[in-house]
């Protein structure tokens, strides 16, 4: 938004506040800031149709930055360098940054984006992390999850693509592995728990 004067700008802050939306605007504010000291875009907004995206097939791009509980789960598990994890709708890659700081031998991200895919790549070269793999494609045909045996999702996707997610996730696990999904805000939690999961 642009703020012609003071008066419109009090306004401005007025309704954030009573909107309860205001420290959030600030920590978005204080995230852009960060990110372009840094040289990276994690948290910039992006509509739909600048990344070419249809709402029947993705949902919106939300950056994630307040990880205070993703951190303390994954605190909890006992992850190995044996171990894999993949974000699916990956965004702009903050999340896959955050799991590079665990063990994992991998951490993939599945993204629909050409855009979002090329900012995730661009962040984690300029971060120097080098154990990441990114998958430009749909979710609900994306079919290497044998690699994998953390799945997480912020949600990523509607329902219907996250059917076909979950039956791929299924038909993918020949060798009956233990795979855990950490689903952060699950909009779609019936589609997990309809299946074998």
Not at 56 to 78: C, G, M, P, W
Not at 109 to 128: C, D, I
Not at 165 to 180: G, S, Y
Request: proline share 3%.
């Amino acid at each position: 938004m642009y703020v012609k004067n003071l008066k419109e700008l009090i306004m401005y802050i007025c309704n954030l506040i009573r909107k309860g939306t205001f420290w959030f605007s600030v920590k978005y504010i204080f995230w852009v800031i960060l990110d372009k000291i840094r040289g990276v875009d994690y948290v910039k907004n992006e509509s739909y149709e600048k990344l070419g995206l249809n709402p029947e097939e993705s949902s919106v791009f939300q950056a994630t930055r307040d990880i205070k509980y993703l951190k303390k789960v994954l605190n909890d598990l006992e992850i190995t360098p044996d171990d894999a994890i993949l974000d699916l709708s990956c965004g702009k890659g903050y999340l896959m940054k955050i799991f590079a700081s665990y063990p994992f031998k991998k951490v993939g991200g599945v993204e629909l984006s050409e855009k979002l895919s090329r900012t995730t790549q661009e962040n984690l070269n300029k971060e120097k992390i080098s154990n990441y793999e990114i998958f430009n494609e749909n979710a609900a045909t994306f079919n290497q999850y044998n690699e994998y045996n953390y799945i997480y999702m912020f949600n990523p996707f509607p329902s219907a693509v996250m059917k076909s997610v979950i039956n791929n996730l299924e038909k993918t696990n020949l060798d009956n592995k233990r795979i855990t999904i950490i689903y952060h805000h699950p909009v779609c939690h019936e589609a997990i728990t309809g299946g074998v999961f």
